[in-house]
């Protein structure tokens, strides 16, 4: 094996973790209470609207247990409800409630207002062709490289 040079190569990864890092210390400091990976689900139920339990966890690659976890604690801070499906009964769907709904919308616009920093010194086809690319390395590294 060919050994590299420190400066060769830094794993994408690295620099995902520390943005993900900072981002969660944005969350903390500016919703009380939420976890991130709180607003994963939410985020995830905003665009994915009457879902099923399993269907959420199948997006979100966590099994369904975890994601009943979740989802109750979001319930029973009144963020999510589970209904009945009027089609198949004994399929309960996920949606945001009231509050939940204008908890994301803040949400997104805090997070719309936090990543333009990092789009300041860039163009918008520069933003949108990144958006594409860290969009298209998601869907590779689930796919089993």
Known sequence: MEKLNRDEYIPIILY???INIEYH??????FEGITPRDSTYLINIYYNPNLSQRELSDI???SEANAGQIIRRLEKNNLVRRDYDEK???RRII???NKGQSFVLSLLDASRKWEAKFFDNYSKEDEIKFREMISDYYKTSTNDC
Do not use: G, P, R
């Open 25 to 30: 210390k944005f969350l903390n400091e500016k």
């Open 60 to 62: 979100l690659i966590v």
């Open 88 to 90: 198949n009964k004994s």
């Open 95 to 97: 949606n945001l409630t």
């Open 16 to 18: 995902i973790d520390y």
